[in-house]
């Protein structure tokens, strides 16, 4: 499928963290030419005047916001819960990205699990969570790597690929000191293939050593130093109502307190719009 009849959704829901979503949407919908989708989500029993007063609401936020940012902005409405309708809607819709806000762990969320982990899980298509407004309106400059032994690893090349080949941005590896020599035999062929499909695609990257296995603290104590624009990370494969509950790692760097966006790509993610670059 061609990138440009592409879509990148954002789950709205009048509120400020959406209205971020939506300005990181505008960034990347000026680089790549895909127009933004609005997707809000009504309780089922909703009755038809209700839905019409959100798509009125849509629609006067999506004209004005489009003149405004020179970008073409759509909405839809859609019945049912944030966690079952955001995925189904950019899987059938085949979706490039998905761009949305979340507060962070607050409230219930720190005993039930992110709602924003919740809404990825399903998902086909990479998610990038915000809390704050972008930086600037020019590159995702600096993206954190962090790369483990797991073989889904490189799954979530093709998004440093595709940010790297629009953004011009500068990957940073994350490499993890495994003591146990077959893991970490597994994390240097993952972090060769990387750099050879960076280094195909004139992409710019630096290698840098994390010296303990608490990846996901690390991550953002880097993340934090080198003031990063992103952090690439992938999903627990198979997550499981414990993972919510008992905090899988990506929990806490969506959360993370410096509010740095964070890009999570499912495991087995279909990449047919960013397959194109792979291979240079």
């Given at each position: 499928?061609?990138?440009?009849?592409?879509?990148?959704?954002?789950?709205?829901?009048?509120?400020?963290?959406?209205?971020?979503?939506?300005?990181?949407?505008?960034?990347?919908?000026?680089?790549?030419?895909?127009?933004?989708?609005?997707?809000?989500?009504?309780?089922?029993?909703?009755?038809?005047?209700?839905?019409?007063?959100k798509q009125a609401?849509?629609?006067?936020?999506?004209?004005?916001?489009?003149?405004?940012?020179?970008?073409?902005?759509?909405?839809?409405?859609?019945?049912?819960?944030?966690?079952?309708?955001?995925?189904?809607?950019?899987?059938?819709?085949?979706?490039?990205?998905?761009?949305?806000?979340?507060?962070?762990?607050?409230?219930?969320?720190?005993?039930?699990?992110?709602?924003?982990?919740?809404?990825?899980?399903?998902?086909?298509?990479?998610?990038?969570?915000?809390?704050?407004?972008?930086?600037?309106?020019?590159?995702?400059?600096?993206?954190?790597?962090?790369?483990?032994?797991?073989?889904?690893?490189?799954?979530?090349?093709?998004?440093?690929?595709?940010?790297?080949?629009?953004?011009?941005?500068?990957?940073?590896?994350?490499?993890?000191?495994?003591?146990?020599?077959?893991?970490?035999?597994?994390?240097?062929?993952?972090?060769?293939h990387s750099v050879?499909?960076?280094?195909?695609?004139?992409?710019?990257y630096e290698i840098?050593?994390?010296?303990?296995?608490?990846?996901?603290?690390?991550?953002?104590?880097?993340?934090?130093?080198?003031?990063?624009?992103?952090?690439?990370?992938?999903?627990?494969?198979?997550?499981?109502?414990?993972?919510?509950?008992?905090?899988?790692?990506?929990?806490?760097?969506?959360?993370?307190?410096?509010?740095?966006?964070?890009?999570?790509?499912?495991?087995?993610?279909?990449?047919?719009?960013?397959?194109?670059?792979?291979?240079?």
């Amino acid at each position: 499928m061609d990138l440009d009849s592409k879509i990148i959704v954002v789950p709205w829901d009048f509120t400020p963290v959406a209205e971020c979503a939506l300005k990181h949407a505008v960034k990347i919908s000026k680089m790549t030419h895909d127009d933004i989708c609005l997707l809000h989500i009504v309780d089922k029993i909703t009755t038809d005047g209700g839905v019409k007063a959100k798509q009125a609401s849509l629609n006067n936020i999506s004209t004005e916001a489009g003149k405004m940012h020179g970008v073409t902005i759509k909405y839809h409405v859609l019945r049912g819960t944030i966690f079952k309708q955001i995925a189904e809607f950019v899987n059938d819709r085949g979706a490039s990205l998905v761009v949305m806000g979340t507060h962070g762990m607050q409230g219930m969320q720190k005993y039930t699990g992110s709602w924003a982990l919740k809404v990825i899980a399903k998902s086909k298509v990479p998610f990038i969570v915000v809390q704050e407004d972008p930086n600037d309106q020019e590159r995702y400059h600096d993206i954190v790597f962090p790369i483990d032994f797991k073989s889904e690893e490189k799954e979530k090349l093709s998004m440093a690929i595709f940010m790297g080949k629009y953004f011009d941005s500068k990957i940073h590896i994350l490499k993890t000191a495994r003591k146990d020599e077959s893991l970490l035999k597994k994390v240097n062929l993952n972090i060769n293939h990387s750099v050879r499909m960076l280094i195909q695609n004139n992409i710019e990257y630096e290698i840098h050593e994390i010296k303990t296995d608490k990846l996901a603290v690390e991550t953002i104590e880097f993340a934090q130093k080198i003031n990063a624009d992103l952090i690439l990370i992938m999903t627990t494969k198979d997550i499981t109502f414990a993972d919510y509950v008992l905090g899988a790692k990506e929990q806490y760097i969506i959360a993370n307190s410096s509010k740095i966006p964070v890009c999570c790509v499912n495991p087995t993610s279909a990449f047919a719009n960013l397959g194109q670059f792979m291979y240079g």
